[in-house]
């Protein structure tokens, strides 16, 4: 079966002999391995600081608190998004307020958002799902028209770009994973990238218990509430070897994403997505939207390859009940969309022959 999601860690000789430095020098906490892969990502991203921590999640919850969402504020986010992008906003007290998404593609629409600000919006969550960049450009201008923080979730985007520049430098926040399965990962792990100096040195403290780590224990004094968030020696250094690789390995996501946007147009029974103009996705999974979603899932699958929608509308979880409200496109999209791998793990044959499953109909 190929797999709608795989695990990439690079070739034992390579990785083992990194490791088993790390962690015999004595050294396995937070340190200079965590400020490298740092330094590393933002020359990867162009940006100019990332914040390391030990999880995607945890990276949306520095960035909630940066943008000051409070207990009793509303943030607007989307249904159409893996579990935790929404969780953590729980987590902060914040009410959810639903936005409804752009059909073609699938990401929160900026109309709905601009829709929903009222006096209590502390901040937009905006996600890259499946790999496709949001529409930058209008998101930017409501950021300055309505003075709202954009948190941008890219778990599902690295390596994407907007205008030439990679995701990770067009809003105030924007968060990643590198938990098991996404196109970096250094087992469990996430970043936040940062855009003011000043909030990045807050983000620093707010990721270890409020202490700074520049003063002795015994000079310091916690002013804020801080958590255990930071990442270690041994995750950073995993991080580190694979972004000696990283391009290379998004690329072949993007190729595949190319080729399936060409090869699966006007094929009966589908509809593929949109991009924003000037934006590349990476592709983390391929969308799109299918006629009788279950038949073609079934199909693919007795043909040796995975297909699934993978996650379930958020605004769905009990939860999240007392944010219940109408979402016509979430409602339309959720019949339809669908996922067929994409990843490093397709080779040209694969990639052939899924086209070809899918031109034979179901
Ligand atoms: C869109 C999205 N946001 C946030 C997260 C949270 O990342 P992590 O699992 O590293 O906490 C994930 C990954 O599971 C995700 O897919």
Known sequence: MIPLIKTLLPPKEILMPRLEEILYSGYIAQGEAVDQFEMEFSKYIGCKNSLSVNSGSSALHVALILAGVKPGDEVISTPITAEPTNTVIAQTGA?????????????????????????????????????????????????????????????????????????????????????????????????????????????????????????????????????????NNINATIGLVQLETIQSIVDQYIDNGKYFDKALQNVAGVQLMGYYDNSEPSYWLYTMKVERRDAFVQMMADNGVMASELHKRNDLHSIFSASKCELLNVDAFEKEWVHIPCGWWVSNEDREEIVSLIKKGW
Not at 108 to 135: H, L, Q
Not at 150 to 162: F, M, N, P, Q
Not at 202 to 221: P, T
């Open 95 to 231: 009410k959810i307020i639903w936005a409804d998404i752009d059909p073609n593609t699938g990401n929160i629409c900026p109309d709905d958002v601009e829709r929903k600000i009222t006096s209590k919006t502390k901040a937009i969550m905006v996600v890259d799902y499946a790999g496709i960049p949001v529409n930058i450009k209008r998101f930017q201008e409501i950021e300055k028209k309505y003075g709202v923080s954009v948190i941008e979730d890219a778990a599902h985007a690295l390596g994407a770009s907007y205008e030439g520049e990679k995701l990770g430098n067009h809003f105030k926040y924007t968060t990643f994973s590198f938990q098991a399965i996404k196109h970096l990962t250094t087992v469990d792990g996430g970043m936040v990238c940062i855009k003011d100096d000043a909030e990045y040195e807050q983000a620093k403290l707010i990721r270890w218990f409020g202490i700074s780590k520049g003063v002795s224990r015994l000079e310091n004094d916690i002013k804020a509430q801080g958590y255990k968030y930071h990442m």
